[in-house]
């Protein structure tokens, strides 16, 4: 950890006590600031405010107080909390500086920083960096909106490591000083426009990633989406990543994942299937390229990595047959896009809670299933739609009665998908739960050596 001293007898006001801000609020003491926390909610009874105060550190709850900006603070504010709530508004009218504790992380970690945004593939693309530093005599570690508060992390890591941090538009607000030395932009659509009220202030917050870099730094971009930041003055060392063309930086050609010339990997041979996660791919690769992970760790991990749980999930390999747990697709778009992921033909469990819809939308992306096997309340409405269309269906009882019934039609190269379109309250208490009962049916039908 860094020795900053900016901090040292700072008056500090911390808004927000859930994970990250009990962690800032520790840093800052360590710092030396003066360091009051602030949370709307009644902390009488809350364990961390009681560690918090034991600490000597003020804990105000149940109110947000205008009088707490009398000391004119620093404030680092939780990021979920908008910038229209009177406390914060009122801070912006001082003229007061509003941070998020990601800026904290930059000001002490040792480690050289690779940030993760976008709107989608953020989380898969830093859990893949992450996988292949595992692999790697590079260590790596995990942190950010991914679950692991990143000053804290910060704290832990060494200048022979690297900060792993995904990073939402909402921490990307709070920045002043933070500077990844290799930023990802995976992609930048609409989204969260209730809380940044327009398009343009959303991508604007995303693009405060690569503010702060200098010539020394890597941006990487989505090539088909280089409008977005060709009119920007950037320093960094640009890179593009296409799953279309050759560009300056990582493509596909010829079916391979190419980077300066040199073919890394036939995407034939990668375990996280759809267009989507060839883009995350691609990112992933180049970030851990410049990070100096090797190639052999990056095909490891690119020829394992099982993915987010229950979001098409790779659990494994039965003879010639992967198995993917999509059980996290309780609706019909989100099996929509599972279904157009594979090439191959599918053998697909679905079915779940019965909400009184049909299942017509999914006809258009059905052409690739080979077999259908389903269960639960929707059992007979998926078997409609599955004769509708010529397709070979199988009724189970249950997820695990679905595997054990697909040993005797599958056939070689045959992907076996669990995505099912339902909710999973009729037979599973969640779907994290339903998705667990199908990889022990996996494993369970392995062979025994």
Excluded at 268 to 292: K, Q, R
Excluded at 363 to 390: A, D, Y
Excluded at 425 to 442: A, C, L, M, P, V
Aim: hydrophobic share 40%; proline share 3%.
């Amino acid at each position: 950890m860094l020795k900053y001293t900016e901090l040292e007898n700072k008056n500090v006001l911390v808004i927000g006590l859930a994970k990250s801000g009990y962690e800032a609020a520790k840093l800052l003491k360590k710092l030396g600031a003066n360091v009051i926390v602030n949370d709307g909610k009644d902390l009488s009874q809350d364990a961390h405010a009681i560690d918090l105060e034991n600490m000597g550190i003020t804990v105000i709850g149940g109110d947000h107080p205008l009088s707490l900006l009398d000391s004119n603070p620093i404030i680092f504010k939780n990021p979920g909390i908008p910038y229209n709530v009177p406390l914060i508004e009122a801070a912006t009218e001082k003229g007061l500086k509003i941070l998020t504790e990601v800026e904290l992380s930059y000001l002490i970690s040792e480690a050289p920083i690779i940030g993760v945004t976008g709107t989608n593939g953020k989380t898969t693309v830093t859990s893949l960096i992450g996988d292949m530093f595992q692999k790697s005599r590079v260590t790596g570690k995990l942190s950010g909106n991914i679950g692991y508060v990143a000053s804290k992390v910060a704290q832990e890591v060494s200048a022979d490591d690297y900060l792993v941090t995904e990073l939402s538009s909402f921490q990307l607000l709070g920045i002043d000083k933070y500077k990844p030395h290799i930023a990802i932009i995976t992609n930048i659509y609409s989204a969260h426009l209730d809380y940044h009220e327009s398009l343009e202030n959303y991508q604007n917050a995303k693009k405060k990633i690569y503010i702060n870099q200098t010539e020394n730094d890597y941006l990487i971009c989505n090539y088909h989406q280089r409008h977005l930041i060709e009119s920007e003055s950037l320093k960094a060392k640009t890179y593009y990543f296409s799953t279309h063309q050759e560009v300056d930086g990582i493509y596909v050609e010829d079916g391979y994942i190419v980077f300066k010339g040199f073919r890394i990997i036939h995407i034939d041979d990668l375990v996280l299937p759809g267009e989507h996660n060839l883009e995350n791919i691609l990112a992933a690769v180049l970030a851990a390229l410049l990070s100096g992970v090797s190639v052999k760790a990056i095909i490891d991990s690119l020829t394992s990595f099982s993915g987010i749980e229950h979001r098409l999930q790779y659990i494994g390999t039965n003879k010639t047959n992967k198995y993917y747990n999509d059980s996290k697709a309780t609706n019909t778009l989100a099996t929509q896009f599972a279904l157009n992921s594979f090439k191959q033909p599918i053998i697909w469990l679905c079915g779940g809670l019965d909400r009184g819809n049909d299942f017509d939308e999914l006809i258009p992306h059905m052409k690739n299933v080979r077999v259908m096997v389903t269960f639960g309340e929707t059992k007979e409405k998926f078997v409609k739609l599955g004769e509708s269309q010529g397709k070979y269906v199988i009724t189970a009882s249950d997820v695990q009665d679905a595997v054990d019934k697909i040993q005797s039609v599958i056939e070689p190269n045959d992907v076996v998908l669990l995505s099912p379109a339902c909710a999973s309250w009729d037979q599973y208490n969640t779907f994290e739960e339903r998705g667990n009962k199908f990889i022990q049916s996996f494993q369970a039908n392995l062979p025994s050596f």
